[in-house]
Every structure is written in structure tokens, then in C-alpha cells.
């Protein structure tokens, strides 16, 4: 955004003490005051509007911008000033088409370094891909099937996500570096090579190691509720489909007892046949007996009729 007029006359001076090139380091004392947004001196006495961002200044919009503000950032060489905004907004932005897989952004998960969006966690799967190995991934899911990335962001509007510092070589003593890199543990052992104290990592190395276990617990965390949610999904449908195999066999069983095909006994259900053979057997004349002895005695000579 260029600056001019007034603008370019009332700029302050940088962090540095030195004048900014093409301004002065003097304060405005003229009728525009200084926008809490853009920072540009654009807001006219009679207007709660700056004119070169169009923010408004009064109290509950202010308030309103102070809701939406966070640590992610979009890079707009026509905006460069807007402040930044939350993970929530980015995600609208994502879903609206605002925000394109190839919009360059910076925030927590990138630790505040300029990436492309497709490359950022926690925003590239809002555009179905894993921001790792570019699998495809739901808008939802927090750890990637191909590759067992996290696929999730900090939503801590206050968090900046910034990477922890460390100790530069050339600038400490390199048993400092080697503490900061591989514990304290690590730092004595390289220290009583060299002959000299043994210098801890420090509350740097340890406020590191406690963020690391951590996230680790949290992925962890995340993958055990994954996969809970599949078994309970496996679960209900084998219940599901049981449930659905009983209903139909009762609902057979009952047809056929309607029509006759299934006839209900005191032992259970038979068939139909069954039942008529049993009550044929029940019914047969008491003499039946009998009739079958004289036959056979007939037959061996010894019965009454019996030639001598």
C-alpha cells in the first residue's frame, strides 16, 4: 500500500531509531488519527472509518476486530498490514474458495514461516490432500491413513506456534549446543569427553522436551479415539445386520404359520406332515394287533383253521 500526501509526511520511525526512508520521525498533530489496524494515519476526526483499509474505529468495532484476530496470517501485497486472524477464519476462507490451495500463509503449524497453503497443517486437508505425502484425506480426519501424519492445528488464538530457540554454533560453547540438541544427559557425557563442565540444555531443552511428550500424547490420543470409533462402527453393524437376519426369520416362521406350511406342536413347531403322521399312529383301531397275530399263526400251521 503506498503512502501519500500526509500519509507519507507522518510516518514513524522504525524499531531501530533510524528514519524510514521518503518520512519523517515527528508525530501527526493534524486533524487524522492513527488506525489500530492498518497503522496508517487515515482516520479523519469527523469519521470512526479509516479511508485506507476501511476499518472502522469505534469502540464495539474494535472489540468485533479483537475477536477475530489470531496468529494466522494471509500474504496480500495489497493488504499487508491487516492483522492476523483465527484458524476458523482460514478454514471458512478454505471452504468459500477465498483461500486456494496455492495461497501462500503462515501461522502456528508452520511456525510462523511463509507457506503454501497445500503444504500447511491443518489447512491442506480442507483441500483433501495430506499436507505431507498429498494423499487423499477427509476435511475431517486428524491423522493421515498413508503416511500417519497430523493432519490438526492449534486453535489457541494465542498461540503463536513459534519454534523453540536454540543455541547457534559458533556463538556458545559447543557442549551448550550439544545440550540443546540431545538433553542434559547427552550434554554431560560431551562435556567429560572434552574435559570440561558439563553444561546442562537448560529449562530451554526441558520446556522442549515436555511440549514434544505432549504432542506425542495427543497424536496418541487421537489415533486410540480413531480407532474406538471404527470398532464401535464394526460393532453396530454386525448388531445391525443380526438384528436384521432375526426380523426376517420371524416374519417367515409367522407366514408360515399362517398358511399352513409350519403347524405349532407342543414341543415346538413342526412341520405338517409330521404332525398327520403322528395322529394317523394315535388313531389306528385298538384290533389292528390281533388281526396281525392270526396272521402269522396262520401262516406257521397252528392256528385254529390248521389242517391236521
Known sequence: MSLTGADSQTRPESAHGNAIPGGSSGVSHGVRALCPF???HAVNADSVQCTACGARTDPLSRQATQNEMGPWFVRDETAPFRPGCRLETI???ARSGRLS????IRGPSTHQNWVEARRVPGVARLFGRCHACEEPVGSDEVICRGCGAALHA??????????AIRPLPGRVPAAVTAGSLIGDAGAARVASVRGGPAVPGGAQSREDARGRGADA?????EALFER???SAKRTALISGGVAVVAVVALVLVLLGVRFGVIEPSRGGIASSGAARAVQTDERAPAGSADDADGIAA???GSGPDASP
Open 91 to 93: 478454514e471458512r476462507w
Open 101 to 104: 490451495p496455492t495461497t501462500v
Open 154 to 163: 492449534e486453535r489457541d488464538r494465542q498461540h503463536l506456534g513459534l519454534a
Open 38 to 40: 492498518c497503522g496508517a
Open 298 to 300: 396262520s401262516k406257521d
Open 217 to 221: 500424547r495427543a497424536r496418541a490420543r
Open 228 to 230: 474406538h470409533l471404527r
